[in-house]
């Protein structure tokens, strides 16, 4: 072979070993640590799949902006692109089966922020599950969630339902209250707390007089109320989901039933924020999570003019705790499973935290809220 063949030969493997190097470059990108490390938009993408429209608007809302403020400080901390795909789910049971399924099948998505409400649209888990997906829900009760099936790619940075029910019936023992009705509507995340109302109510010499599963949608409950007002229980814990339905009880329970002592959870409760309805929750009361860390709500407030919604730093949490999680099985090959079940996060919700052995959260406290005249007052 002559001296150019030589040459072109030469010139051929170059410009071979030009192109690889080349898409290895668009591939994997450089960074300030070295070369072939996850750094392109794109590497990072994540779903959520929200409330931003139906009855949880007000937790979609906040968890949009929580997730939102996780992804500016992680792609400031990281160098790093993060690419978001946003589904309204409506606080719909086929809607968030549908986002999820979009999500996972057509977007291809490394993780899921969501859905809102998680433990009433246990669809949306199934179908994470099936699809080896990662979900973490900012607002959905892991007992609920897993009351009936272990859906073992499902997280929840939201507190546990079964902790908040035996911190009611303490403060329902505090006060020497021993006779209890229960309102709930029939849909997996209040039955399963009425179930635990029934359970946990025997510890505390504490009786359910009555408990009364309402249908979804329902807005006559004067019978019902008629009838708890001749039980004569020290209070009432109700739950629905639907706002018709709520604001119907509260009303109905002002005109049959003022005297009676009226409880529920931080669901119903996000209603007070509207000043139209407030006054019909007159002498309510209702157990909250305690606030989240003093430094986010000021950090919250100062991006969005507003305080943080009840589970706001919920997806804060979660959608750091998901990004992180990725990032580290993308650098080291370990699951994100693994990294889920074995590491220890920072969270502005609870502190240091490690999930438990069903994906939760065991930590944090409770407050309750009442209102007087207009205004939501804490009590001790």
């Known amino acids: 072979m002559n001296k150019w063949g030589v040459n072109l030969k030469f010139k051929l493997i170059i410009l071979v070993l030009g192109f690889i190097l080349f898409l290895g470059l668009i591939i994997f990108g450089f960074s300030r640590s070295g070369l072939f490390t996850l750094v392109e938009s794109g590497n990072i993408k994540i779903g959520a799949s929200l ?14 902006k929580g997730t939102n403020l ?154 019902l ?24 009880f509260a009303k109905q329970v002002n005109e049959i039933y003022p005297q009676g002592q009226m409880y529920s959870n931080e669901t119903p409760g996000s209603l007070m924020q509207n000043q139209d309805y407030i006054k019909l929750f007159n002498g309510f009361y209702f157990i909250y999570p305690k606030d989240s860390d003093l430094n986010f709500r000021k950090y919250y407030y100062q991006e969005y003019s507003e305080d943080v919604g009840v589970s706001g730093a919920n997806a804060y949490d979660a959608t750091t705790i998901l990004l992180e999680s990725i990032l580290k099985s993308k650098q080291t090959g370990i699951s994100i499973m693994d990294i889920l079940h074995k590491s220890e996060f920072d969270t502005v919700t609870f502190g240091k935290i490690k999930f ?11 407050i309750f809220k009442k209102v007087d005249n207009g205004k939501i007052i804490d009590v001790n």
């Open 51 to 64: 409330a931003l429209s139906g009855d949880g608007f007000t937790y979609g809302e906040s968890e949009l």
């Open 70 to 223: 996780a992804i500016k400080d992680f792609e400031q901390k990281h160098n790093l692109k993060v690419d978001l795909v946003v589904e309204d789910m409506m606080t719909d049971a086929k809607s968030s089966m549908l986002s999820t399924q979009k999500l996972i099948n057509i977007d291809k998505v490394d993780g899921i922020i969501g859905t809102t409400w998680l433990d009433t649209f246990q669809g949306a888990a199934e179908i994470a599950t099936d699809n080896n997906v990662i979900m973490i829900s900012p607002s959905g009760f892991i007992v609920a969630i897993k009351y009936q099936k272990d859906y073992n790619t499902v997280f929840s940075t939201y507190f546990r339902n079964d902790i908040q029910m035996h911190e009611l019936l303490k403060h329902f023992n505090e006060l020497n209250y021993k006779k209890i009705v229960v309102f709930y509507e029939d849909n997996p995340f209040w039955q399963t707390l009425a179930k635990e109302l029934n359970e946990y109510s025997k510890d505390y010499n504490i009786t359910v007089l009555k408990s009364f599963g309402i249908m979804q949608h329902t807005t006559d409950f004067r019978t």
């Open 225 to 248: 109320i008629s009838e708890t007002k001749q039980l004569n229980p020290d209070a009432v814990f109700f739950g629905f989901d639907k706002e018709e339905s709520t604001m119907s």
């Open 356 to 366: 438990d052995e069903l994906g939760g959260i065991s930590g944090g406290g409770f």
